[in-house]
């Protein structure tokens, strides 16, 4: 026989069940939602900016490609802004041992496949291969603004 469950026990567990909500219920709701989280992996890790370097272009650009398509992913399952997404890989790349400069380096790739939707090779060949800066093609100075009204 089930003892009787009277409205003090009833009150006592729902008080106990709203003060559990009150201090752990966004934890239990962030997990929740971020349960199925892409977890950060590449099939191939370059640790260095001078291994990236030796590689050959085709390497280069897989490395890249992937290290874009984990990007893409993560900016779409997690909703996270594209600068919010290369810090994610930044943070992620130095987790697994990779050398700070060559993760700060990707960031920029990976932002801008975020933004594309896709790895560009060639957005990321306009930038010096050896520091990944962007490289300056014209040497023609601004001219200022330009206002809407004025004709080239």
Avoid at 39 to 44: G, M, Q
Avoid at 56 to 75: G, P
Avoid at 91 to 103: F, P, S, T, Y
Avoid at 110 to 122: I, P, V, Y
């Amino acid at each position: 026989m089930v003892g009787n469950l009277d409205i003090g026990k009833l009150v006592t567990i729902a008080l106990f069940l709203l003060i559990g909500l009150f201090f752990f219920g966004d934890k239990a709701m962030f997990w929740y939602e971020h349960q199925d989280d892409l977890k950060f992996s590449l099939s191939k890790i370059v640790y260095t900016q001078d291994d990236f370097n030796k590689m050959e272009v085709s390497e280069q650009t897989a490395v890249l490609a992937e290290v874009a398509t984990v990007c893409i992913n993560k900016h779409h399952i997690d909703k996270l802004s594209c600068s919010d997404t290369a810090y994610w890989l930044a943070h992620g790349l130095e987790n697994k041992g990779v050398d700070v400069d060559l993760a700060i380096e990707w960031m920029q790739p990976c932002s801008d496949a975020c933004e594309n939707g896709k790895f560009d090779r060639a957005v990321y060949e306009e930038r010096n291969p050896v520091n990944g800066k962007k490289m300056n093609k014209s040497s023609k100075k601004t001219e200022g603004t330009k206002w809407i009204w004025e004709e080239d």
